[in-house]
């Protein structure tokens, strides 16, 4: 049997490679070290990669097996996400620190190897251990497979647009600073466009992206938000983009004159250069969906400047004011996914397991004579389900899935929350009967193919807040999105089930739901979790088990031999 499978396998490739270029391997080699940066009016020591900031684009076609061989010369505990990567069981190369591996120490090195298939687009690559995303990430694009292309007119340039944020200080002390008084760490002192803040800042005229381009000609806009903390609104000045795909999913053909991008998402946006020859300043500024939460009230911007022009006073796009949630929401919710399209997958129509999980702020109680900066005299914290996730530190979660090993996770994580209360009433935020969860290491265990619908519920302890839900190993359809309570009856006739936008990350409107769905067809371990970096460590995450299927080819491979000990 085997051997008849075998070769019909090779017939099969023989015959595609025949018509398309045939898949190769892509290899990379990342040298993770300090590297002097001047921003600001300062110098700043970085970690980056290969001496770059940001970090390299990658650029692989669909199919491609990708091989990226990372060595540590940071001083730091590092790994590395592949961010909207399925990694069809090859989830030892997903990277969240202590999820999927233990960290690669200093001096140290760990050879990451996926195939990407099934999905073209925009994606990124980030550092997926405490802070060190600030400044390590790049770009990972997915061309279709030639002869292949986009599913729109083929654009005659492409462009990635890393948004980010800088500070003027070290960021590993900042977030150190932060976690030991339990408060929120400092603001960044800029926004950037692929690591410039633009002349809006000090001294930084001449740290400004400048995008060239010729009349009538069409720019492929890759927009990553790569910022820790920020929801952005990004614009062009006189200029309207078409947005053709989210998160490497393709969308129908949606018109905008500003895109709103949450951290951890991605913008695929034609330029069409169709306005008088000129220049013109594309900005980005802060969507702060929280009533009063701190956050840095600047304005990075970079410019667009057309072939022949001669003027150099380019004209500023107004931007949108920084609460302006419902031009956040319009852009969240109005566009659709292209059915039919590229890698498109319908939304199941029956569903297996059914959750419900509340997203939000929590309280964690001060030690006895601790020093606290957080609400109340407290530390902050946050939850899903009201179980804080806290990471194990013995042994990553997928290694303990794998040999079998007990004591590092439970698999008691709700499929609904404890304790039902008025959950967008913002009577409750001080409710000191609700504010405090406890900490776990808690999965939800998921058979082989089941399909999952969740209802992501944002609550008002201490605030209302949009939260960035990214989903590791999967894309998910969202179905459908409102404010308030999301309630079982008159809510579920929304849902969308048949053009819903595909995603990884669903930025859950503030005070309000999302319903999402996905099939669990990859097994291992799913890391769920705020892309707000400062949530991560207070615990606004948690897991999927997803068990082995039923024959070799859907069972989990053992691990690479260098996958880092802890
Ligand atoms: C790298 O920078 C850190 C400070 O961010 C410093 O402690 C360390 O010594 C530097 N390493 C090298 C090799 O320069
Ligand atoms: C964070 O901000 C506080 C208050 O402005 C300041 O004292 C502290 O030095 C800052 N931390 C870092 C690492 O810059
Ligand atoms: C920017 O660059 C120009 C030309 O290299 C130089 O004359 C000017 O001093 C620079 N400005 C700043 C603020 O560094
Ligand atoms: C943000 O800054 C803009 C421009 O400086 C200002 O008009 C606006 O009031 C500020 N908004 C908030 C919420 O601080
Ligand atoms: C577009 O967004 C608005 C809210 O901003 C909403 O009322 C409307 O239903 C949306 N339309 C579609 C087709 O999603
Ligand atoms: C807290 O401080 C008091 C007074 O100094 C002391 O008696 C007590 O032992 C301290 N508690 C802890 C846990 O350190
Ligand atoms: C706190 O919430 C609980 C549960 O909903 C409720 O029973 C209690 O009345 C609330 N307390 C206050 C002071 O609102
Ligand atoms: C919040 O509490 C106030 C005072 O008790 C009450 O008047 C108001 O109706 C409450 N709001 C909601 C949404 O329950
Ligand atoms: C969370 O769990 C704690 C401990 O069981 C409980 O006191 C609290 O009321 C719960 N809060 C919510 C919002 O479920
Ligand atoms: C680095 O990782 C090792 C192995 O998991 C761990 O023992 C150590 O505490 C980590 N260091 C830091 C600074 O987190
Ligand atoms: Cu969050």
Same mark, same amino acid.
Not at 85 to 111: E, H, R, V, Y
Not at 274 to 291: H, N
């Given at each position: 049997?085997?051997?008849? /499978?075998?070769?019909?396998?090779?017939?099969?490739?023989?015959?595609?490679?025949?018509?398309?270029?045939?898949?190769?391997?892509?290899?990379?080699?990342?040298?993770?070290?300090?590297?002097?940066?001047?921003?600001?009016?300062?110098?700043?020591?970085?970690?980056?990669?290969?001496?770059?900031?940001?970090?390299?684009?990658?650029?692989?076609?669909?199919?491609?097996?990708?091989?990226?061989?990372?060595? !540590?010369?940071?001083?730091?505990?590092?790994?590395?996400? &592949?961010?909207? +990567?399925?990694?069809?069981?090859?989830?030892?190369?997903?990277?969240?620190?202590?999820?999927?591996?233990?960290?690669?120490?200093?001096?140290?090195?760990?050879?990451?190897?996926?195939?990407?298939?099934?999905?073209?687009?925009?994606? /990124?690559?980030?550092?997926?251990?405490?802070?060190?995303?600030?400044?390590?990430?790049?770009?990972? +694009? +997915?061309?279709?497979?030639?002869?292949?292309?986009?599913?729109?007119?083929?654009?005659?340039?492409?462009?990635?647009?890393?948004?980010?944020?800088?500070?003027?200080?070290?960021?590993?002390?900042?977030?150190?600073?932060?976690?030991?008084?339990?408060?929120?760490?400092?603001?960044?002192?800029?926004?950037?466009?692929?690591?410039?803040?633009?002349?809006?800042?000090?001294?930084?005229?001449?740290?400004?992206?400048?995008?060239?381009?010729?009349?009538?000609?069409?720019?492929?806009?890759?927009?990553?938000?790569?910022?820790? !903390?920020?929801?952005?609104?990004?614009? +062009? @000045?006189?200029?309207?983009?078409?947005?053709?795909?989210?998160?490497?999913?393709? *969308?129908?053909?949606?018109?905008?004159?500003?895109?709103?991008?949450?951290?951890?998402?991605?913008?695929?946006?034609?330029?069409?250069?169709?306005?008088?020859?000129?220049?013109? #300043?594309?900005?980005?500024?802060?969507?702060?969906?929280?009533?009063?939460?701190?956050?840095?009230?600047?304005? *990075?911007?970079?410019?667009?400047?057309? =072939?022949?022009?001669? *003027?150099?006073? $380019?004209?500023?796009?107004?931007?949108?004011?920084?609460?302006?949630?419902?031009?956040?929401?319009?852009?969240?919710?109005?566009?659709?996914?292209?059915?039919?399209?590229?890698? /498109?997958?319908?939304?199941?129509?029956?569903?297996?397991?059914?959750?419900?999980?509340?997203?939000? %702020?929590?309280?964690?109680?001060?030690?006895?004579?601790?020093?606290?900066?957080?609400?109340?005299?407290?530390?902050?914290?946050?939850?899903? !389900?009201?179980?804080?996730?806290?990471?194990?530190?013995?042994?990553?979660?997928?290694?303990?899935?794998?040999?079998?090993?007990?004591?590092?996770?439970?698999? =008691?994580?709700?499929?609904?929350?404890?304790?039902?209360?008025?959950?967008?009433?913002?009577?409750?935020?001080?409710?000191?009967?609700?504010?405090?969860?406890?900490?776990?290491?808690?999965?939800?265990?998921?058979?082989?193919?089941?399909?999952?619908?969740?209802?992501?519920?944002?609550? @008002?302890?201490?605030?209302?807040?949009?939260?960035?839900?990214?989903?590791?190993?999967?894309?998910?359809?969202?179905?459908?999105?409102? #404010?308030?309570?999301? =309630?079982?009856?008159?809510?579920?006739?929304?849902?969308? %089930?048949? !053009?819903?936008?595909?995603?990884?990350?669903?930025?859950?409107?503030?005070?309000? &739901? @999302?319903?999402?769905?996905?099939?669990?067809?990859?097994?291992?371990? /799913?890391?769920?979790?705020?892309?707000?970096?400062?949530? %991560?460590?207070?615990?606004?995450?948690? @897991?999927?088990?997803?068990?082995?299927?039923?024959? $070799? &080819?859907?069972?989990?491979?053992?691990?690479?031999?260098?996958?880092?000990?802890?």
């Amino acid at each position: 049997m085997a051997h008849h /499978w075998i070769s019909i396998a090779c017939a099969l490739v023989f015959l595609i490679s025949s018509s398309m270029a045939s898949a190769a391997v892509v290899e990379h080699s990342f040298h993770v070290e300090n590297l002097t940066v001047t921003r600001l009016c300062k110098k700043q020591v970085i970690n980056a990669v290969n001496g770059k900031f940001p970090g390299p684009t990658i650029e692989v076609q669909e199919g491609d097996t990708l091989l990226v061989r990372v060595l !540590n010369k940071s001083p730091h505990n590092l790994t590395i996400h &592949w961010h909207g +990567i399925f990694q069809l069981l090859s989830g030892w190369a997903d990277g969240p620190n202590m999820i999927t591996q233990c960290p690669i120490p200093p001096g140290k090195t760990f050879t990451y190897k996926f195939k990407v298939i099934k999905q073209e687009g925009t994606l /990124w690559w980030h550092a997926h251990v405490s802070v060190l995303r600030a400044t390590v990430y790049g770009a990972l +694009i +997915i061309q279709p497979r030639s002869p292949k292309s986009f599913p729109f007119p083929k654009p005659d340039h492409q462009v990635p647009i890393l948004l980010g944020e800088w500070w003027n200080a070290d960021i590993i002390q900042l977030e150190n600073e932060a976690l030991a008084v339990g408060g929120g760490p400092n603001n960044s002192d800029a926004y950037t466009i692929n690591g410039l803040p633009g002349d809006l800042y000090p001294c930084s005229q001449n740290h400004t992206f400048k995008l060239n381009v010729v009349k009538g000609k069409t720019y492929l806009l890759r927009i990553i938000n790569a910022a820790l !903390n920020n929801q952005l609104f990004f614009k +062009i @000045a006189n200029h309207k983009m078409t947005v053709v795909a989210l998160d490497a999913a393709y *969308t129908n053909p949606f018109l905008t004159d500003v895109v709103v991008v949450a951290p951890g998402q991605t913008v695929d946006a034609l330029l069409h250069a169709d306005q008088p020859i000129g220049s013109y #300043f594309m900005a980005a500024s802060p969507y702060a969906s929280a009533p009063s939460v701190p956050f840095p009230n600047t304005t *990075t911007r970079g410019v667009v400047v057309y =072939d022949g022009a001669t *003027t150099l006073a $380019p004209l500023m796009p107004p931007m949108p004011a920084p609460h302006d949630t419902p031009t956040a929401h319009h852009f969240y919710t109005n566009i659709t996914g292209l059915v039919g399209g590229p890698h /498109w997958v319908p939304v199941p129509t029956e569903v297996d397991e059914r959750m419900f999980v509340t997203i939000g %702020l929590n309280l964690e109680p001060c030690q006895e004579n601790a020093t606290c900066q957080g609400p109340n005299g407290q530390r902050f914290s946050a939850s899903m !389900n009201n179980h804080s996730f806290q990471s194990p530190t013995t042994l990553s979660m997928l290694q303990a899935f794998f040999f079998n090993v007990d004591g590092i996770f439970t698999d =008691d994580f709700p499929d609904k929350p404890p304790v039902k209360f008025d959950f967008t009433n913002t009577n409750n935020s001080n409710n000191m009967s609700l504010l405090f969860a406890p900490k776990t290491t808690s999965v939800k265990k998921l058979k082989f193919n089941s399909r999952v619908e969740m209802v992501l519920q944002n609550t @008002a302890l201490l605030t209302i807040e949009n939260h960035p839900m990214h989903l590791h190993g999967f894309n998910f359809h969202v179905l459908a999105q409102g #404010f308030g309570n999301y =309630d079982p009856v008159r809510d579920r006739k929304k849902l969308n %089930l048949v !053009n819903p936008q595909a995603r990884n990350t669903i930025a859950v409107p503030v005070g309000g &739901w @999302a319903v999402i769905r996905f099939i669990a067809n990859n097994p291992g371990v /799913w890391f769920m979790h705020c892309h707000l970096d400062v949530h %991560l460590p207070w615990g606004l995450a948690a @897991a999927f088990v997803v068990e082995n299927g039923p024959t $070799p &080819w859907t069972r989990l491979p053992p691990p690479p031999r260098d996958l880092p000990k802890c």
